[in-house]
């Protein structure tokens, strides 16, 4: 069983930039992929960027060239830096981690509990 503890939500004004961190503890062994999807008020759950134990990422055409995904594979530690952010950017971000293929999830990831982005404009 993998847990995980995210940090870093907040308040932010349009244009300001914020680091989202996810710790990872428990099974790391079943961990191949860790990442963050989001979740606006009224809308369903989407990918925001994804990255592998090799350091591979993908991110959502939404984030790319102003979102970073960065991972501390010692510290199992998975960073979002965004940059030049947005009010549509206003979410829930949600850590996810687990051993997924191509764009498939082997059995069901673990979920972090969320955490709060607030862009204003």
């Known amino acids: 069983q993998v847990q995980l503890v995210e940090s870093g939500g907040d308040l932010v004004q349009a244009g300001g930039s914020l680091t989202l961190s996810c710790t990872a503890s428990?099974?790391?062994?079943?961990?191949?992929?860790m990442g963050w999807d989001r979740q606006a008020p009224g809308k369903q759950r989407d990918l925001v960027a994804r990255i592998t134990n090799d350091g591979i990422s993908k991110y959502a055409d939404s984030v790319k060239g102003r979102f970073t995904i960065s991972r501390d594979n010692a510290e199992n530690t998975v960073h979002l830096q965004m940059n030049s952010l947005k009010p549509e950017d206003t979410a829930v971000y949600y850590c996810v981690a687990g051993q997924l293929y191509g764009s498939v999830w082997l059995g069901s990831p673990t979920w972090g509990q969320g955490t709060q982005v607030t862009v204003s404009s």
């Open positions: 428990g099974n790391i062994a079943s961990i191949n992929t």
